[in-house]
């Protein structure tokens, strides 16, 4: 079960500076970076380390299960960002 990034998120980078696969995005050195109001992880790539979890300072990381309800639209959110990105 991938982890997801919700609302709360204010693209603080921690998360993706941990984690060992790589799956959260859009990283600095990417052209949308700066723009970017949250960051997203790829649910095709992350491995359920949790990581991420431990180091977001605004709390916006949870396993796709147990995600808040006001929240649980952010699993496809998370997954199409993915989706758009690929196209």
Not at 4 to 16: K, N, R
Not at 38 to 65: H, K, M, R, S, T
Request: proline share 7%; glycine share 4%; net charge negative.
């Amino acid at each position: 079960m991938a982890h997801v990034i919700a609302a709360p998120c204010v693209a603080d980078y921690s998360c993706a500076e941990i984690c060992p696969v790589n799956c959260i995005s859009p990283r600095t050195s990417d052209e949308d970076f700066d723009g970017a109001e949250q960051l997203y992880i790829n649910p095709d790539v992350c491995i359920d380390c949790g990581a991420c979890v431990e180091v977001c300072p605004v709390l916006a990381i949870f396993e796709v299960g147990c995600l808040p309800e006001k929240w649980r639209h952010y699993a496809r959110v998370n997954r199409e960002y993915f989706r758009a990105t690929e196209a």
